[in-house]
């Protein structure tokens, strides 16, 4: 098994291009492919996550307070963002209806991983709460958010997102 992990958090159409996207999370696109690359050309595993909705969204909590739908299964929105979506055909995919991944927490925790890099959108939303979930699954691996593969739509939030994973909760941002 490899020591080292990379988790690719939510990059999909809807929120690089669709129905939530912005434009800082587009500029991040060739990064996250390269890093992807890397990570595959070096024998090690990366894992992606992808929000995952249904038809009855609006009546969820989440669809209640973010009346948007978006990521809904089987639509062009919920793939993976462009070469990504071919490049993940090799590597884990975990779908999660919910910001953070109870399931990837429940598969890395029988792991070995040394160190796990973290990029994606949306830093202080789904990036901050599958962080919490890695550093609990594995509380003694090196945990990094890679800011140049990390976007938000609010600037305020993303910096403060990241203040709290570096200063409480030992996460290391880079």
Known sequence: MSKKL???VDYQNDFVDGALGFEKATKIAPYIISLVKKYEEEGEDVWFTKDTHFNNYLETQEGKNLPVPHCISQTKGHELY?????LSRNH???EKNT???LMLANLLKDT???????????TDICVI???????SALPEALIEVDTKGCASFDENLEKAALTVLEKSLQV???
């Open 112 to 122: 070995a991983y040394e160190e796990v890099r973290v990029v994606g959108v949306v």
């Open 129 to 135: 709460s599958n962080c919490i979930m890695i550093k």
């Open 99 to 101: 910001f953070p991944s």
């Open 92 to 94: 884990t995919v975990i």
């Open 82 to 86: 462009g070469e990504l979506q071919s």
């Open 6 to 8: 990379l988790v690719v």
């Open 172 to 174: 290391k941002v880079i």
